[in-house]
């Protein structure tokens, strides 16, 4: 399919991948095809660890990119084996969380980290508005224009669609073992996260965190700015690191996920437009 004006995309129906460009030709985002009747958007925020060559490696060494810090490991891999399972379309970031988070409030100060986990990030140590505002431009505004844009699409065929982001957590956390396979996120919208908590549960040798490792109530975060407010069914599933590492385990919990999704009759069973509020504070419209 053709791609309009730059950073600019077309809330039709998908057949085929496309990548569609930011304003100024580089890649923020990749819209996989998919069903937009299906009833279900796929989004992974922390897709890429890609960086601009023109931002060098952001004065870190190569290693840090192969952190948790740069991208969410195997997110973006079982989002595409959802999707591809479902038919249903998904967005993916294409750009490192160290440029600028877009899973933050613009005015969220871990939008641009100086510091992550331990590893000062020197190309953001010094960077003044004009910077902020052009990686917003850049990266930031044309993802989240790519999952408005989705998720308008799924809400114009007729059938709502609910949101599901995919994330990744680490194993431990400073040094300490996190007990947890998985973890659903939410704020104060049940529809999706209670049935998801309770699907993973039924298998005896998964522990599943209820809103661990983190808690879903993130002011300005994707699913506040595109799905609470709307008032559209939404969750948060993390899934530990370890387990999708590699192409076996993005296997084994596609499955496990797709099962427990199945079983919800995702497509099949209309939800209406239910708004629940935050529990972070009036909603920011």
């Known amino acids: 399919m053709a791609a309009g004006p730059p950073g600019h995309y077309h809330p039709v129906m998908r057949t085929e991948l496309d990548t569609v460009p930011a304003a ?143 994330h990744s957590f680490t194993a431990s956390w400073k040094g300490v073992p996190r007990p947890w396979h998985a973890g659903i996120l939410w704020d104060a919208d049940p529809r999706l996260a209670r049935p998801l908590i309770d699907g993973l549960a039924r298998d005896p040798a998964i522990v599943v965190g209820d809103n661990e490792p983190y808690h879903g109530a993130l002011k300005g975060d994707t699913l506040y700015r595109h799905a609470t407010r709307r008032g559209l069914a939404h969750a948060l599933v993390e899934v530990r690191q370890d387990l999708i590492a590699d192409p076996a385990g993005v296997a084994a919990w596609a499955d496990r996920l797709a099962g427990v999704l199945t079983e919800l009759n995702i497509g099949s069973t209309p939800h209406a437009i239910e708004h629940f509020g935050s529990l972070t504070g009036p909603l920011i419209e």
């Open 24 to 166: 100024d030709g580089a890649a923020a985002f990749e819209v996989i095809a998919g069903r937009v009747d299906a009833g279900l958007v796929l989004i992974c925020d922390h897709a890429s660890s890609h960086v601009p060559p023109e931002y060098g490696s952001l004065g870190l060494p190569p290693s840090e990119f192969e952190r948790h810090i740069a991208y969410d490991i195997g997110a973006a891999a079982l989002t595409r084996a959802l999707s591809a399972r479902f038919g249903v379309p998904a967005v993916l970031s294409h750009f490192s969380r160290l440029l600028i988070d877009p899973n933050r409030g613009l005015d969220d100060p871990t939008l641009i980290m100086r510091l992550s986990d331990g590893a000062v990030v020197p190309g953001n140590a010094k960077i003044d508005a004009a910077e902020r505002a052009r990686r917003i431009a850049r990266f930031y505004r044309p993802y989240d224009d790519a999952v408005n844009a989705t998720i308008e699409a799924g809400m114009a065929s007729g059938r709502l669609p609910m949101v599901l982001s995919i």
